[in-house]
C-alpha cells in the first residue's frame, strides 16, 4: 500500500455545485477540504497540488460560496468546502450552509475522509469543533492542518500542535494532527501521503 502515490499535480477542476443535490454521481472516492473562510484552504491546494491558481485565493474571504470539485484522476476527487464562519455573510445564508455542510458529510457516500484546515493561531473555534464532531459522528478519519505554520516560531509551533493534539482527545475518532506552511512547503508531504493513504484504503477495498 506505501507503493500507491498519486500525482498531485495533475489535479484539475472538473465543477461546482451550489449543494448537495447538484453534485456529480455519488461514485469513486471523495476527500473534503474544510474550514474557516480565512484558514488558507485554497493556498493550502494550490501547494499540494504544485499550481497557482487551481483553487482561487481571495483577499475577501468568504467568497466561495460553492462546493468545487477536481479530480486528481478518474474515481479521486478533492473536494473544496465553502469556507465557514465569516462574518459578512447573512445569517440566514450561515444557516442554510451549516445544514448543507452536514448533508454533505453525512450523506455523501462515496466521502472518505476530510481535512480540516485551521489557522495555527486561532485553532479550534466553534465551528471547527462542531466540523470535527460531525465527521468523527460519520465515522471519517479527519486530518486537522494547522495552516500559516510559519507565522510561528519553531517552539511556538510546536507547542500549539502538541496542545491541539491533547485537546482532540475527548471526540475520540481517527484524527491526525499536522502544521502546515504552504509558503515553505513545511507539511506539504504529509499531507500528499495522507491523501494517499486514503485514497489507498478504499481501492483495497
Not at 443535490?21 to 491546494?45: C, H, M, V, W, Y
Not at 504544485?50 to 485565493?57: D, F, M, P, V
Not at 468545487?68 to 478533492?78: M, W, Y
Given at each position: 500500500m506505501s507503493e500507491f502515490k498519486l500525482n498531485y499535480h495533475k489535479t484539475h477542476f472538473l465543477t461546482?455545485?451550489?449543494?448537495?443535490?447538484?453534485?456529480?454521481?455519488?461514485?469513486?472516492?471523495?476527500?473534503?477540504?474544510?474550514?474557516?473562510?480565512?484558514?488558507?484552504?485554497?493556498?493550502?491546494?494550490?501547494?499540494?497540488?504544485?499550481?497557482?491558481?487551481?483553487?482561487?485565493?481571495?483577499?475577501?474571504?468568504?467568497?466561495?460560496?460553492?462546493?468545487?470539485?477536481?479530480?486528481?484522476?478518474?474515481?479521486?476527487?478533492?473536494?473544496?468546502?465553502p469556507g465557514y464562519g465569516y462574518a459578512a455573510v447573512p445569517e440566514q445564508m450561515k444557516l442554510q450552509w451549516q445544514k448543507s455542510l452536514a448533508e454533505y458529510l453525512q450523506k455523501r457516500e462515496c466521502l472518505r475522509g476530510v481535512v480540516i484546515l485551521m489557522d495555527i493561531r486561532h485553532p479550534l473555534k466553534d465551528l471547527d469543533q462542531q466540523m470535527i464532531e460531525w465527521a468523527v459522528a460519520s465515522q471519517l478519519p479527519v486530518l486537522l492542518l494547522l495552516t500559516k505554520a510559519d507565522k510561528l516560531s519553531q517552539s511556538a509551533r510546536s507547542k500549539t500542535v502538541k496542545m491541539v493534539r491533547e485537546a482532540i482527545l475527548p471526540f475520540q475518532g481517527d484524527i491526525q494532527v499536522e502544521p502546515l506552511s504552504a509558503m515553505n512547503k513545511l507539511g506539504v508531504d504529509r499531507l500528499a501521503a495522507k491523501l494517499d493513504s486514503w485514497f489507498a484504503e478504499n481501492f483495497a477495498e
Open positions: 461546482s455545485a451550489a449543494n448537495i443535490t447538484q453534485l456529480p454521481e455519488d461514485t469513486g472516492i471523495e476527500i473534503a477540504f474544510a474550514g474557516r473562510s480565512n484558514a488558507g484552504k485554497s493556498t493550502a491546494l494550490n501547494a499540494l497540488t504544485n499550481q497557482k491558481n487551481l483553487a482561487r485565493t481571495s483577499k475577501t474571504p468568504g467568497r466561495t460560496q460553492l462546493i468545487n470539485l477536481f479530480e486528481v484522476e478518474p474515481q479521486c476527487k478533492l473536494v473544496d468546502l
